[in-house]
């Protein structure tokens, strides 16, 4: 499917060849899984597809359907609730040597799995303000609230995140001769 807009072509397919990667990236962040990371994708493409003269007509065909991505997410995560189930969330075995260069691989689970502890409003106002950098007015029309809530939660989100990451231990800064001395 292609449409005349401005002068350049765009393409649903080239579309989904350049940014369904970070499309997914979002539905990941939200889930935690990547199965259902990429169902969402699947869902939120066929969605965007089956309107996609209106979603390219858009100033952002790219924010359109990460907003359906996100909907989606909520409506989900709201059924799981219903259920009193909850998406799976892989969990990390021990923690790694400080020194290892695969701990950051180890960090970003820990962060992931401390996302997935938040409310999904929550999570999905720190995803969209830390991943795709959205200023608090572009996130409160996205999701259909204020900014002062958009606020709120974020504050509350990163309080909830610092509180359930594990510090990394400071390493002790050796003392100096001069300094024993004083």
């Not at 002068?7 to 990941?28: K, L, M, N, P």
């Not at 720190?126 to 204020?146: F, K, W």
């Amino acid at each position: 499917m292609r449409l005349r807009r401005s002068g350049h072509d765009i393409d649903f397919v080239d579309f989904v060849e350049r940014r369904s990667a970070a499309i997914f990236r979002t539905a990941y962040v939200l889930t935690g899984d990547a199965h259902t990371a990429e169902d969402l994708l699947q869902e939120a493409l066929e969605k965007a597809c089956r309107h996609w003269r209106r979603v390219c007509r858009t100033d952002a065909p790219e924010a359109y359907v990460r907003r359906i991505v996100v909907n989606l997410a909520n409506d989900r995560w709201r059924r799981l609730s219903r259920a009193g189930r909850h998406w799976p969330v892989s969990v990390a075995e021990g923690h790694a040597d400080p020194s290892d260069a695969y701990r950051s691989v180890e960090l970003r689970d820990e962060l992931v799995q401390a996302l997935h502890a938040l409310p999904m409003g929550m999570r999905t106002v720190v995803v969209l303000h830390y991943l795709h950098d959205l200023a608090d007015q572009e996130i409160a029309q996205m999701l259909g609230i204020s900014a002062g809530a958009v606020r709120s939660q974020l504050a509350r989100g990163l309080a909830k995140l610092r509180s359930a990451l594990p510090r990394e231990e400071e390493t002790p800064v050796p003392v100096t001769s001069c300094e024993r001395a004083r």
